[in-house]
């Protein structure tokens, strides 16, 4: 999907230099001899805190590894990568699953919503799992900063595609989790209901002080970020700070072009 053009102006906050996630020469390696694939090709990487970065790549670049990677998603063959003050590869399965519950959110293509719930139950449900109660008036700011507060007794298959993301984007957030990671999250949506959902994320960041992590293949998407991380063959190859949909779409050019000839 290709989202609406984004505002023209708009002002990004200075985030604070720490890091929320990183890696250091991170290696993804897929089987073996004659099958061997490298997904990720000694990657390093930094996300600041309170920053919105956009991950993009040809398909088998590597971004989608990289992000399941850093998520505690997957695993992998070494390097490091660490959420924090926290190096992933160090965990036990029960610690890193308490981990991904409490310091990391998700919002994916596919909204994983439960169809028996109302948006507020779909919204709280990892607290409630994870028996912790919502800050209320935390989760009130989420809820008003995303648009839902006339939707939260409506189930899923009472609400539209824009507006079923949305609840899955106050998920991501009710818990302030240190680093959101969404994987293509405007994907299934028109372009309308994309462009809402990407300014939701954008003012989380600006309004909410949340750092947030997306792989999309899309620049306009792209644009709402502070930052791009370019992937190719696995290895990052280069780095925008406030990126345009035309300044994203023309280095993505030069590197097909580069492709092409090399």
């Given at each position: 999907?290709?989202?609406?053009t984004?505002?023209?102006s708009?002002?990004h906050?200075?985030?604070?230099g720490?890091?929320?996630?990183?890696?250091?020469?991170?290696?993804k390696?897929y089987?073996?001899?004659?099958?061997k694939?490298v997904?990720?090709d000694?990657?390093?990487?930094?996300?600041?805190?309170?920053?919105?970065?956009?991950?993009?790549?040809p398909?088998g670049?590597?971004?989608?590894?990289l992000?399941h990677c850093?998520?505690g998603?997957?695993s992998?063959t070494?390097?490091?990568?660490?959420?924090?003050?926290?190096?992933?590869?160090?965990?036990?399965?029960?610690?890193?699953?308490?981990?991904?519950?409490?310091?990391?959110?998700f919002?994916?293509?596919?909204?994983?919503?439960?169809p028996t719930?109302?948006?507020?139950?779909?919204?709280?449900l990892?607290?409630?799992?994870?028996?912790r109660?919502?800050?209320?008036?935390?989760?009130?700011?989420?809820v008003?900063?995303?648009g839902?507060?006339?939707?939260?007794?409506?189930?899923?298959?009472?609400?539209?595609?824009?507006q079923?993301?949305?609840?899955?984007?106050?998920?991501?957030?009710?818990?302030?989790?240190?680093i959101?990671f969404?994987?293509?999250?405007?994907?299934?949506?028109?372009?309308?209901s994309?462009?809402?959902?990407?300014g939701f994320?954008?003012?989380?960041?600006?309004?909410?002080?949340?750092?947030?992590?997306?792989?999309?293949?899309?620049?306009v998407?792209?644009?709402?970020a502070?930052?791009?991380?370019?992937?190719a063959?696995?290895?990052i190859?280069?780095?925008?700070?406030?990126?345009t949909?035309e300044?994203?779409l023309d280095?993505?050019?030069?590197?097909?072009?580069?492709g092409?000839?090399s």
């Amino acid at each position: 999907m290709t989202t609406s053009t984004r505002p023209a102006s708009i002002a990004h906050p200075a985030s604070s230099g720490t890091a929320a996630a990183r890696a250091v020469d991170l290696t993804k390696v897929y089987g073996q001899g004659e099958t061997k694939v490298v997904a990720l090709d000694s990657v390093s990487v930094e996300f600041r805190q309170g920053q919105f970065t956009a991950i993009m790549g040809p398909s088998g670049s590597g971004k989608s590894t990289l992000m399941h990677c850093m998520a505690g998603l997957d695993s992998f063959t070494s390097g490091s990568a660490w959420i924090g003050d926290t190096e992933l590869s160090s965990l036990k399965e029960k610690k890193l699953t308490r981990l991904r519950r409490d310091k990391i959110g998700f919002i994916f293509q596919a909204f994983n919503l439960l169809p028996t719930l109302t948006a507020l139950e779909n919204i709280t449900l990892p607290m409630d799992i994870a028996g912790r109660k919502p800050e209320r008036e935390w989760l009130d700011r989420v809820v008003e900063t995303v648009g839902l507060s006339g939707r939260l007794r409506h189930r899923p298959n009472q609400l539209s595609g824009g507006q079923q993301q949305r609840v899955a984007v106050a998920r991501a957030l009710a818990a302030r989790p240190e680093i959101i990671f969404g994987d293509e999250p405007t994907g299934n949506l028109d372009s309308r209901s994309g462009a809402e959902v990407l300014g939701f994320l954008r003012n989380s960041v600006r309004e909410l002080g949340q750092t947030v992590v997306m792989v999309t293949h899309d620049p306009v998407a792209a644009s709402y970020a502070d930052r791009v991380v370019f992937l190719a063959d696995g290895r990052i190859v280069d780095d925008m700070a406030d990126p345009t949909a035309e300044s994203v779409l023309d280095r993505m050019k030069a590197f097909d072009a580069r492709g092409r000839t090399s």
